[in-house]
């Protein structure tokens, strides 16, 4: 039989009062998993770039991908994923039109060159609506779309969601759980020791489950959204075992099993010039730091860069802890490597760069003059004035030939790479204990095992 591929989108499906976008493609998945539609691949959770000012949250999209045999049953799907978006809406997030542009595209065959990159460009940049509407023209015919609200905001989100495949390079997974309705709004009821216990278990393999220094769980959100709690990892079954680990005093009507860029710094452009650093891009770059760090009213701490005909500050906040003490040591002169959000100018500041994380490159040898020790006694000499010589107060030995002598101090900040604590990450970052564990890619045609769980830990789904 002849299959046909779709890759099926979502965004802003919700507002600040309530809803998810994941919650409602999970709710949507678990129905067409149910009915027996063949994924080729997990479902996709694409956090897009941080920088964008008018995100509710972690800016992701979700992409639900699978086969199917005629162009009549993904044009029935994708009528069913709309409506589902009114009734999901309705129930969940009533004041949505006054807030959100939520949107649903759904392109028909394999994913075009045209739709990677403007994937890809949304990981990093703003996308205007203009350059929406460009790629609208280009793709009609093969993709479909509907955005059910005032705008079409939410369709970047959705198709740019379609447009990272995911399929060369690095990923990671999450495992979300949701609330039941009746739940949402309430303390979350996880036994915190035994997150712990599971994060002692499988810490390894899986990604920010406890900040050990504030003694926080960080796998809970806070607020009244859907979600009860999401583990992060390398690999589905650790994160079905971590999940399996914990202690839950609610119902947990539905949880998901999402590949997601997650975790990889996929986000970061790299730049070689800071006139590219615009505002609300997100970047890295080489450059030496050009003033000492210096923290400022309210913990923040600031310093600024140069790649030798610009200048721009860099700043680390003071949620990032201990982190701001390494930000601190560098030097003017030192070789860094930065990445993170550049915010715009205010009347206050520059344009600044919220920093992830940095590479010390290179830290400058600090170099201090010292005055030259006697070479009769071995006691340190005292200047006689300037251009005068120098006098041991000792043995009283004089020379008017003696210089000051240059010794290089070992600087207390090595090369290398520094991250804040856990609780201070976001989305995209990847925590330096990745390193050298990046995937290499994924296939075109997957069939995953579990990807919906339903009613509590019950498996009772598969593709
Ligand atoms: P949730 O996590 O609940 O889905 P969110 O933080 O993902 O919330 P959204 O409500 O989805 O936030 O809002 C983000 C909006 O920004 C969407 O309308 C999305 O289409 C749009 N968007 C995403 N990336 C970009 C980009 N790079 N440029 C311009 N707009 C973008």
């Known amino acids: 039989m002849r299959y046909i591929e779709i890759h099926v989108g979502f965004d802003d499906v919700d507002s600040p009062s309530g809803g998810c976008t994941t919650h409602y493609a999970s709710l949507l998945l678990a129905k067409w998993v149910k009915r027996g539609l063949e994924l080729i691949d997990y479902p996709n959770l694409t956090r897009l770039n941080p920088g964008v000012p008018w995100k509710t949250r972690g800016n992701g999209s979700v992409v639900i991908r699978a086969r199917v045999e005629s162009e009549d049953r993904a044009k029935d799907l994708f009528e069913e994923a709309l409506s589902f978006i ?83 390079g690095d990923y990671t997974y999450e495992l979300v759980a949701y609330r039941s309705p009746d739940y949402i709004g309430s303390e979350r009821k996880v036994s915190k020791e035994s997150i712990i216990a599971m994060d002692k278990l499988y810490g390894r393999d899986t990604i920010l489950n406890y900040d050990y220094e504030t003694d926080r769980p960080l796998i809970m959100p806070h607020g009244p959204d859907p979600v009860l709690l999401g583990i992060r990892g390398e690999e589905p079954d650790i994160l079905l075992k971590a999940f399996s680990k914990l202690d839950i005093y609610e119902p947990v009507p539905l949880a998901v099993v999402y590949r997601t860029n997650q975790h990889t710094d996929q986000h970061l452009k790299p730049i070689n010039n800071l006139k590219e650093a615009y505002p609300y891009r997100s970047i890295k770059i080489y450059a030496q730091v050009s003033t000492k760090p210096r923290r400022i009213l309210g913990g923040h701490v600031l310093f600024k860069i140069t790649d030798g005909s610009d200048e721009i500050d860099v700043a680390a906040y003071q949620p990032t802890g201990g982190f701001r003490d390494i930000v601190e040591m560098l030097e003017p002169g030192d070789l860094v490597e930065v990445m993170g959000v550049i915010r715009p100018p205010s009347s206050r500041h520059g344009r600044t760069l919220n920093l992830e994380k940095i590479h010390v490159v290179m830290a400058k040898p600090k170099i201090v003059l010292e005055n030259p020790k006697c070479p009769k006694c071995g006691a340190r000499m005292k200047s006689m004035g300037r251009n005068k010589g120098f006098k041991c107060p000792k043995c009283g030995f004089k020379s008017k030939s003696a210089t000051k002598i240059k010794r290089v101090v070992k600087r207390s900040l090595e090369p290398g790479w520094y991250e804040p604590p856990p609780r201070a990450f976001k989305h995209l970052m990847k925590p330096i204990k990745r390193f050298g564990r990046e995937k290499e890619g994924f296939p075109k045609i997957y069939r995953p095992g579990t990807v919906v769980l339903v009613e509590g830990r019950s498996l009772s789904i598969r593709s």
Do not use: H, T
């Not at 994913?111 to 403007?118: P, T």
């Not at 793709?139 to 509907?146: F, Q, W």
């Open 86 to 168: 009114y009734e999901y809406l309705g129930a969940y997030s009533e004041d949505w039109k006054k807030y959100s542009q939520p949107a649903v595209a759904m392109y028909v065959g394999e994913v075009e060159d045209r739709i990677k990159w403007f994937g890809s460009k949304a990981l990093y940049d703003i996308v205007p609506i203009s350059l929406l509407e460009l790629l609208l023209d280009k793709v009609r015919g093969r993709l479909y779309y509907s955005v059910p609200g005032s705008g079409k905001r939410g369709l970047i989100g959705a198709i740019a969601g379609i447009g990272n495949r995911m399929l060369r």
